[in-house]
């Protein structure tokens, strides 16, 4: 494994932020260079084990949507090429397909998230309240009931290490404000759909899914960090899809669901994963990678 594939440690770069699997740094006064790392994330915890290839995967997959959806939504991804700022060889073999350089914006303290399917934290909220992020939904649903119409359920952002807190569209106008709430909620939710359209041709449910939005210098609201990947989303496999079981994935559910056979308290440091652990989600999301984009 290469070193740059964990921790983008890279001389002479500006490094801005270290998330739990992007590295930002500061390339001039209005570009940034992102690095999308191997590292994976349980729980809101960085684990010691990468997953061989999945920045890459992952950078390949955002591009994807960033490109199908440049016409609906401004995104933060620019003309300049990686080549013209990785002056070394060696960062040029081990970034260039796990990197992008964008644009510098304000990036909105919240996640827009979209949820189309009773699942996860929607599913345990509908259970004790018969909503989700607020959103009233019919009774007697069972576990990975497809909704009525998606939902649009914000939260806010944490800090590495912390957990996201769910708020509903009131809280977020008081965030935000009243406009732009509008429009994340009408951008995430028309991004979701047609992204579900796409992805059911192919084969993809896509149970739920996050965004992220900035804002440019003036005020319009731009796409940013990744977009509709196993990192950010639930995809099914539609042929697999039955109401009332949680149906097997493409994302790093398989992770979970090995990290809650464990005696570990979901706090750092995180569990070492086998090599099998490992290997099988290293497929699972070269499969998803296969399937929308090939």
């Known amino acids: ?49 990468p997953i061989p290839g999945k920045g890459e995967i992952l950078t390949s997959i955002s591009n994807f949507w960033f490109e199908k959806f440049k016409d609906l939504v401004p995104n ?32 909105l303290p919240v996640e827009a998230i979209v949820r189309g399917y009773l699942i996860g934290s929607g599913w345990q909220d509908y259970r004790r309240t018969g909503m989700v992020g607020g959103t009233p939904l019919p009774k007697g649903l069972n576990l990975a009931d497809k909704l009525p119409q998606a939902i649009f359920t914000p939260s806010t952002k944490a800090a590495v290490g912390s957990h996201d807190i769910n708020v509903d569209y009131a809280q977020l106008v008081n965030l935000i404000g009243r406009e732009l709430s509008e429009k994340m909620r009408d951008f995430s939710l028309e991004l979701y759909r047609q992204a579900a359209t796409h992805a059911i041709e ?57 990290l809650e056979t464990l005696d570990w308290d979901k706090s750092d440091p995180g569990p070492i994963l086998p090599a099998e652990v490992v290997k099988m989600t290293a497929e699972k999301y070269r499969q998803a990678q296969r399937m929308l984009i090939y």
């Open 1 to 49: 494994m290469s070193i740059l594939s964990y921790n983008a440690d890279l001389p002479g770069f500006n490094l801005l932020h270290r998330g739990k699997v992007r590295d930002i740094y500061e390339l001039d006064a209005t570009h940034l260079l992102i690095v999308t790392s191997d590292r994976i994330s349980a729980f809101d915890v960085v684990l010691p084990t």
């Open 202 to 258: 192919r084969g993809i449910i896509i149970a739920d899914t996050k965004f992220e939005f900035g804002l440019d210098e003036q005020g319009n609201l731009v796409l940013i960090d990744e977009v509709i990947t196993p990192d950010s989303s639930r995809f099914w496999p539609a042929n697999l899809y039955r109401p009332g079981i949680s149906p097997p994935s493409f994302d790093k559910q398989y992770v979970r669901d090995y």
């Open 76 to 107: 933060h991804l620019t003309n300049i090429h990686l080549e013209t700022v990785l002056g070394h060889a060696d960062q040029k073999t081990a970034l260039l397909s796990r990197s992008v350089i964008v644009r510098k914006l304000n990036a």
